[in-house]
């Protein structure tokens, strides 16, 4: 409730400080403050159990330790973004108030589809966190690139939309108690009515175009890498996750009970997921396209959360929203600054900039699953969960042998640090401070930490 209130309060500041601030540089202090308020506004209503404003949600709102452990994460991420990469959001164009403005309504948007306990709080929740999107997408006026990237991406999100109500109206009207509220569409152990299925069809397919699930996947790469990079960073992380969390949380409190019914349907999207995402990235040559791939590729690991719906689930999707925000946030920061954004433009990077090459190799053995590191972590709790699930165990060896192949493209950029020359400059040295590389050995310190000791996170969940 604390995440919900304070983000759009903050976002509207911060959208009127852009008519009477002059500096370029003070929203970011600005949304850096907001995001250690809405850091601390979690934390506190995540031990006190309860919020400072208590409005009467006519239990449209459902809040527990899962969801505001979830928040405490997006909202840590959210201010490692700021401090990372807002003075990249300053490049970007003379707006830069509304462009954090925007951000914090889409954290407003996450905010509600981490907590809905029904169906129209849901389609809202998207829509905020989606039509922000759309703006800081295509924010980079001057570049092509990003304009195309808008309008594709407003089209398709459009188009998934109306497949989402459409599976929300099959879905009310199929239910026996003909409710909204996901705790009143009490499908039971019985075989699924025609209306029923249509719509579990059709929120499959609007939530998989949402979380960029195979085959609903095709605008990803295109969108991500025509997105000014700094937001590209925000799009593949907080926003995805937030996504699958509102995806799980749906599955589990309407279709937990026909989960046999469904879950083939999952398993064949998983593996399209996990196929396309990691063999795709293999040929791509520019590493912002290959960790939109990437990102396709992970969520196939996200998805079995989905296919098992357990506790080890929860805690695996939690711990992977930690993990996987840190690490790809880290990688993008160290991408921006590269002069070159092809493989071959880092090459050396680990001799003229050994702290940036260090980092982003920790970032990249994350996003791998290497051991000691919170990416293997968030791994390990995954395929526990659909091991514990107790069907399909070859799932669990396929998504292994797709992680090993992950490997090979990551691996691709950290070869070209530290065993390629380079013959141009890497980087702009002027533009890499003190201060960003404490940011980055910061992150690193956090993968780790949480790599050997998951319970930083877990630990949260059962307060």
């Not at 540089?25 to 601390?40: E, F, N, Q, T």
């Not at 190799?361 to 791998?368: P, V």
Request: proline content about 2%.
């Amino acid at each position: 409730m604390n995440s919900i209130i304070f983000s759009a309060i903050w976002g509207v500041l911060m959208m009127f400080a852009g008519a009477f601030v002059a500096s370029k540089s003070m929203p970011k202090y600005m949304a850096i403050v907001g995001a250690m308020i809405l850091l601390g506004l979690n934390i506190l209503e995540l031990y006190q159990g309860a919020p400072l404003v208590n409005i009467n949600g006519m239990n449209m709102l459902k809040v527990n330790s899962t969801n505001l452990t979830f928040l405490t994460v997006i909202a840590a991420s959210t201010l490692l973004f700021f401090a990372l990469s807002g003075r990249d959001v300053e490049k970007v164009g003379e707006h830069v108030s509304e462009y954090f403005a925007l951000i914090f309504f889409v954290l407003c948007g996450v905010s509600l589809s981490c907590t809905y306990n029904t169906l129209l709080l849901l389609f809202l929740g998207i829509e905020i966190m989606s039509i922000p999107l759309y703006v800081l997408t295509g924010s980079d006026k001057r570049n092509l690139k990003s304009n195309e990237a808008s309008l594709k991406y407003f089209l398709m999100g459009a188009f998934s939309t109306g497949i989402l109500l459409m599976g929300i109206a099959f879905l009310y009207g199929g239910n026996p108690n003909a409710s909204f509220y996901i705790d009143n569409i009490q499908l039971g152990t019985g075989k699924m009515n025609v209306m029923i299925t249509a719509g579990l069809v059709l929120l499959v397919v609007a939530l998989s175009f949402k979380v960029s699930a195979a085959p609903f996947h095709f605008w990803t790469p295109d969108v991500y890498d025509g997105a000014p990079t700094v937001f590209t960073s925000f799009m593949s992380t907080i926003v995805k996750v937030a996504g699958f969390f509102a995806f799980v949380r749906l599955f589990e409190n309407v279709f937990g009970e026909v989960q046999p019914q469904w879950q083939n349907l999952i398993v064949f999207i998983t593996i399209s997921t996990l196929l396309i995402g990691n063999i795709t990235a293999v040929f791509q040559q520019s590493v912002k396209r290959m960790l939109a791939y990437s990102s396709i590729a992970q969520a196939g690991f996200m998805l079995l959360a989905l296919f098992a719906l357990n506790d080890k689930a929860r805690e695996g999707l939690v711990l992977y929203a930690a993990a996987y925000s840190l690490a790809t946030i880290g990688i993008f920061a160290v991408l921006i600054k590269m002069n070159d954004y092809t493989i071959d433009g880092f090459n050396g990077l680990g001799k003229t900039q050994p702290v940036l090459a260090f980092s982003a190799t920790i970032f990249l053995l994350s996003l791998t699953g290497i051991p000691l590191t919170a990416g293997f972590q968030s791994k390990f709790y995954m395929l526990m969960a659909a091991t514990d699930n107790g069907h399909k165990f070859w799932l669990v060896i396929v998504a292994v042998g797709f992680a090993a192949i992950s490997a090979y493209y990551y691996f691709r950029v950290v070869q070209a640090m530290y065993f390629k020359e380079s013959s141009a400059e890497v980087v702009d040295s002027s533009d890499i401070t003190t201060s960003f590389k404490a940011l980055l050995i910061l992150t690193v310190i956090l993968i780790i930490a949480i790599g050997i000791y998951p319970e930083l996170i877990l630990g949260w969940l059962y307060h």
